[in-house]
């Protein structure tokens, strides 16, 4: 029985114990822990993280409308 209803698959938890080291290390030590590119305005990409897709980087340009299709494509998939 799972208590949360979670159906992760043992990808999907890996991926996910990825991403929580990656941060934890951040909050402790200020730095995760692999190098990161530094942020530049004239080049304003972000970095698009999912278990089941190949990582990717998207400029956005200030388009503020790539929200939306983030949160469209996000309703897509719950549905």
Known sequence: MNPINCTWDN???IYSNKIISHWTNMA?????LELWKKYHPSTPKFLQLTPYHE???????????????IEQDD???MF
């Not at 402790?28 to 995760?32: C, E, I, S, T």
């Not at 990582?55 to 299709?69: G, P, Q, R, Y």
């Open 75 to 77: 309703l897509f998939e």
């Open 28 to 32: 402790a030590y200020g730095k995760p």
């Open 55 to 69: 990582f990717s980087m998207e400029s956005w340009n200030n388009d503020c409308t790539i929200f939306d299709k």
């Open 11 to 13: 990808q999907t938890r």
